[in-house]
């Protein structure tokens, strides 16, 4: 499998980067994980949007224009015959003198990546069991609105769902409310009303959240973004999880208490695979 | 300059880690900072008490003992002809598949590099200009406990000190109290009291807050775990702040109004130094 190293096409193995890397040292990052259908990116500008955001947010320089990325990533897809995957885009600020200010580096690194494909998402084949993580998402963090790669809550909240047998874990914020997956962003249904948190909750503007909210009206399904309480939760008549790698995923139960079927996230499920499935054939 | 990689002397140059490496991608690591003097890692027991506890609650297995790893540090130092320095010792989950669940990441990555001397502390030279930063330190993350490799809100605190012209940054806790500065620990004197945030603050277990705090009842000066209000700081007998690579260093000013000075933060800075000199020439 090939990767792309600030530009240059190498093998997995000889993908390296320095350990002066700031992106190594002190997770001084961003990434975007992206899925490719039939050999194209999908949510594509979405996705450059937020890390050209979070690299102005950072104030890391950008070492490409997103049209020049967006060649170069699908000639990777080509050279690894992967029509089919998920593409990873991590840009660090690059090696630096030690400390934490980025003042003297310069040099941005960019790694482009590709992973197999998940199960073609299905609200079925990717139902997730969860539990409440102990980890706290701070309302009002700054930091929340880019992906970047500072991401050990994250990985503690999921530690979390693997020692409990469980798929996944929901956050919740310092207001107590359960307002994301580890990986992923919340909906529940209450009432024929789909209901995901706000983004001032704390939670990661999901691309695959914000082509939801745009799908959901076309189903005749009303939106609202309000922040569950578990139990609230626990009394919705529906429960979905969204990502670029699940795409949208029935949750069937939280700390082993089953969540009701439900239709409508099927309904929702196929719809959103029949949107990546069009756009992705039809690729612009 | 030679570093050591997994156990490997190599250039700096070569010092080389895979794309794929948990600390890269997502900050999924640890790092110590260590003051070399006379050739001696100061304080190296309570550096690798704190690293080796971070390991344990992250669930990296420690690729080493923490004496194999002093020989290997003291063998850097000698090869290296740097008595004097700042020796990072960083551990990460190392490469594992995509997805931020560490199973599967059974390789940890360990670094050791050294960096130049800081100048050598006194309250003086380091004497520090700050800003109150508009990062908050959220009270009561469990990952604070520990010197992590997720070290952007230090990084933007100390970014709005580099665009303000301020040396560093002072970081309110989610409570509101001024508790930290991005890359070190916060004291201050009031009527013959020397203060400091508790850890109960959301702050990190400094080595050298906890050499300070043994050595102050030593120099017959009282000490109190409490968190200052930003106009309490202001009204101090002395500001100083304290970290393996700045010592003790006076804090001259803070948002342009200046503290006053103190032959108090003198004096703690002066005797933090000779037992730095005494421990580092009679090393164990």
Same mark, same amino acid.
């Given at each position: 499998?090939?990767?792309?190293?600030?530009?240059?096409?190498?093998?997995?193995?000889?993908?390296?980067?320095? &350990?002066?890397?700031?992106?190594?040292?002190?997770?001084?990052?961003?990434?975007?994980?992206?899925?490719?259908?039939?050999?194209?990116?999908?949510?594509?500008?979405?996705?450059?949007?937020?890390?050209?955001?979070? &690299?102005?947010?950072?104030?890391?320089?950008?070492?490409?224009?997103?049209?020049?990325?967006?060649?170069?990533?699908?000639?990777?897809?080509?050279?690894? +015959?992967?029509?089919?995957?998920?593409?990873?885009?991590?840009?660090?600020?690059?090696?630096?003198?030690? *400390?934490?200010?980025? +003042?003297?580096?310069?040099?941005?690194?960019?790694?482009?990546?590709?992973?197999?494909?998940?199960?073609?998402?299905?609200?079925?084949?990717?139902?997730?069991?969860?539990?409440?993580?102990?980890?706290?998402?701070?309302?009002?963090?700054?930091?929340?609105?880019?992906?970047?790669?500072?991401?050990?809550?994250?990985?503690?909240?999921?530690?979390? &769902?693997?020692?409990?047998?469980?798929?996944?874990?929901?956050? &919740?914020?310092?207001?107590?409310?359960?307002?994301?997956?580890? *990986?992923?962003?919340?909906?529940?249904?209450?009432?024929?009303?789909?209901?995901?948190?706000?983004?001032?909750?704390?939670?990661?503007?999901?691309?695959?959240?914000?082509?939801?909210?745009?799908?959901?009206?076309?189903?005749?399904?009303?939106?609202?973004?309000?922040?569950?309480?578990?139990? +609230?939760?626990?009394?919705?008549?529906?429960?979905?999880?969204?990502?670029?790698?699940?795409?949208?995923?029935?949750?069937?139960?939280?700390?082993?208490?089953?969540?009701?079927?439900?239709?409508?996230?099927?309904?929702?499920?196929?719809?959103?695979?029949?949107?990546?499935?069009?756009?992705?054939?039809?690729?612009?």
């Amino acid at each position: 499998m090939n990767v792309v190293v600030n530009g240059q096409f190498v093998a997995a193995e000889d993908a390296l980067v320095s &350990a002066f890397d700031r992106g190594f040292l002190l997770g001084d990052g961003l990434f975007e994980t992206i899925r490719v259908l039939h050999g194209s990116p999908f949510g594509w500008d979405q996705h450059l949007a937020r890390l050209c955001e979070g &690299a102005r947010f950072l104030k890391i320089s950008l070492p490409f224009t997103p049209d020049a990325l967006h060649r170069v990533a699908v000639r990777l897809v080509a050279a690894n +015959q992967v029509p089919d995957g998920l593409l990873r885009i991590t840009l660090t600020r690059g090696p630096g003198p030690r *400390g934490y200010s980025p +003042q003297g580096a310069v040099h941005p690194t960019t790694i482009l990546a590709l992973h197999p494909a998940p199960p073609t998402p299905t609200a079925a084949n990717t139902a997730r069991s969860l539990i409440t993580s102990s980890v706290r998402i701070p309302t009002g963090d700054p930091l929340a609105r880019f992906k970047t790669c500072n991401k050990l809550p994250q990985i503690l909240a999921r530690m979390e &769902a693997d020692a409990a047998g469980a798929d996944d874990a929901l956050l &919740a914020n310092t207001d107590g409310y359960l307002v994301e997956a580890s *990986g992923s962003n919340l909906f529940w249904i209450h009432h024929g009303i789909v209901h995901t948190p706000p983004l001032a909750a704390g939670i990661l503007p999901g691309v695959t959240r914000a082509i939801l909210l745009e799908l959901l009206p076309n189903l005749s399904l009303p939106v609202r973004e309000t922040s569950p309480t578990r139990e +609230q939760l626990l009394r919705a008549d529906g429960v979905f999880l969204s990502s670029s790698a699940l795409g949208v995923a029935a949750a069937r139960s939280l700390d082993d208490q089953p969540f009701a079927p439900s239709a409508l996230v099927e309904k929702i499920s196929r719809s959103y695979v029949a949107l990546l499935e069009a756009r992705t054939r039809q690729p612009g």
